[in-house]
């Protein structure tokens, strides 16, 4: 794999999810692939989970890992072209981009979707650009439109769990106080799409996500009829499309709740993390056995060292 931007560098997304969970079974098995290569990760914006897993996918491969929170200690990064910098950028991304590839054999980047300009967003202007000028392969972290390593742990997670070929898995949307990117949505109902898994999408009005990550999806304005008969609940906030970038609704009856999952085939609870607890899904689901977060957590690491494995059998 020369890359892993999106589902569109995955020539089947079935055999990455089992490559994973080989990975998961033996993840010492390919400790020296990676031996005197560097992965650098670049962080426009704050994480935990894929800070960490990302790290110790990349160190169990024998690679030297780079951290590297951009946003907070590098330059003020341009990204427009002509532009006369006179203003608060310092550094341009093209030589910023080209600069850590001197120094990485792969590179991992983070950068969120700004919620200004859907256009620019949905053109995925920064991660392209990047890439554009990087001279490595290049790994998403989470782009404006995607987080593709969330995606495949959580596939991993419901193959684990599935009791059903075509498990019904429903993504609801749940309310947040603050705007948040349509990355995570975007990217589960697209790779739910290439699965067995029935999938029903649940959201308010002026919340429906962009067609080209949910073709063949349902849609079911009426959460309680979404969650009936569900095998899996995945619970997110993603601000508005219509218009783009906003904190339409707060209304706490979506958020999810025992009473709300007793509607489901005894459904597993899922959220990609971080959450905000008694706002999006209260306590009781959260902390009952019905909740399987902390797995698909767990998986990240396995999904990130199957992709990293993937990259680095391309690089030779
Ligand atoms: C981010 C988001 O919604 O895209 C990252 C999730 C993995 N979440 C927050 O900013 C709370
Ligand atoms: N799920 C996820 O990507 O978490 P972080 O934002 O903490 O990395």
Redesign the pocket.
């Known amino acids: 794999m020369k890359q892993f931007l999106s589902i569109n560098d995955v020539p089947d997304v079935s055999e990455l999810v089992h490559q994973a969970l080989t990975v998961k079974r033996n993840p010492d098995a390919w400790k020296e692939l990676g031996l005197y290569k560097t992965l650098g990760m670049i962080f426009m914006?704050?994480?935990l989970?894929?800070r960490l897993s990302t790290q110790k996918a990349g160190n169990s491969l024998g690679m030297n890992v780079m951290v590297m929170n951009v946003a907070q200690d590098g330059w003020n990064l341009e990204t427009g072209d002509g532009v006369v910098m006179d203003g608060d950028a310092q550094e341009h991304i093209r030589e910023a981009a080209r600069v850590i590839s001197q120094y990485c054999d792969i590179i991992a980047l983070r950068s969120?979707?700004r919620l200004k300009n859907q256009e620019e967003d949905r053109s995925e202007a920064f991660l392209t650009r990047f890439v554009d000028e990087a001279t490595v392969p290049v790994i998403n972290m989470?782009s404006a439109t995607g987080?593709p390593l969330?995606a495949l742990a959580d596939l991993m997670t419901i193959e684990e769990h599935r009791s059903t070929t075509a498990p019904r898995v429903v993504l609801t949307w749940a309310p947040?106080p603050?705007a948040?990117?349509?990355?995570?949505p975007n990217s589960f109902a697209q790779w739910v799409g290439k699965s067995d898994a029935e999938l029903i999408i649940t959201h308010p009005e002026g919340y429906t996500l962009d067609p080209e990550f949910t073709a063949g999806a349902a849609f079911e304005p009426d959460q309680n009829r979404a969650l009936e008969g569900a095998d899996f609940v995945y619970a997110?906030?993603?601000s508005s499309t219509t218009p783009y970038g906003e904190v339409l609704s707060r209304d706490r009856d979506w958020m999810i709740t025992e009473e709300k999952m007793s509607l489901t085939n005894q459904g597993k609870f899922m959220h990609?993390?971080?959450v905000?607890r008694n706002v999006i899904v209260t306590d009781e689901v959260l902390d009952s056995p019905t909740s399987i977060v902390i797995e698909q957590a767990a998986n990240r690491e396995f999904a990130t060292q199957a992709v990293l494995k993937r990259v680095l059998e391309w690089i030779g």
């Open positions: 914006n704050p994480s989970r894929t969120f979707a989470e987080h969330q947040h603050r948040l990117p349509q990355a995570v997110k906030n993603w990609c993390l971080p905000r």
